[in-house]
């Protein structure tokens, strides 16, 4: 018969999602700034090498709505949303993750670690970085970091 996810799973991930107190603090001002700019709104957190959205808010003034739901994940490496996490990442922490990202992407990272670099510069200068990484995407998306409680990050 194989292996497949059960309501069990589903469970688990809602138990997760409700114990998380950052969460329902920042839902209600996700939703006000993303009524207020028209703009697609969310939370994610670092698992492994990739991006997981807790949650989104999608209201963008271009109508145009990506599918972005709980437990989406997406690469830290080739999107704002990891770069945004890099920054505000300690040093130290940051170097290692890279070097995890250098070793996964290979060829690529040269390219890569070239972007993330004006990420983490743009960061550092206006407070945001944007990406427009992946062709074909119409929108240039844009991240702030943001440190959470320690419950937040992944180990």
Request: net charge positive; proline share 5%; aromatic share 6%.
């Amino acid at each position: 018969m194989g292996y497949r996810l059960t309501a069990a799973c589903l469970s688990m991930a809602l138990a997760f999602r409700s114990s998380e107190k950052l969460l329902e603090k920042a839902l209600p001002l996700m939703r006000a700034l993303a009524q207020g700019r028209l703009v697609n709104v969310g939370i994610a957190v670092a698992d492994e090498l990739e991006m997981v959205y807790l949650d989104s808010v999608r209201l963008s003034r271009r109508g145009i709505f990506r599918r972005i739901s709980p437990g989406s994940r997406i690469p830290i490496a080739t999107t704002s949303l990891g770069c945004a996490f890099l920054a505000g990442m300690s040093p130290a922490a940051r170097a290692g993750l890279m070097d995890r990202l250098a070793a996964q992407h290979a060829h690529a990272w040269p390219r890569l670690k070239r972007c993330i670099d004006a990420s983490l510069r743009d960061i550092r200068k206006v407070g945001y970085c944007s990406a427009q990484w992946q062709a074909g995407m119409p929108l240039r998306p844009c991240q702030c970091p943001r440190r959470a409680a320690d419950s937040m990050r992944s180990t």
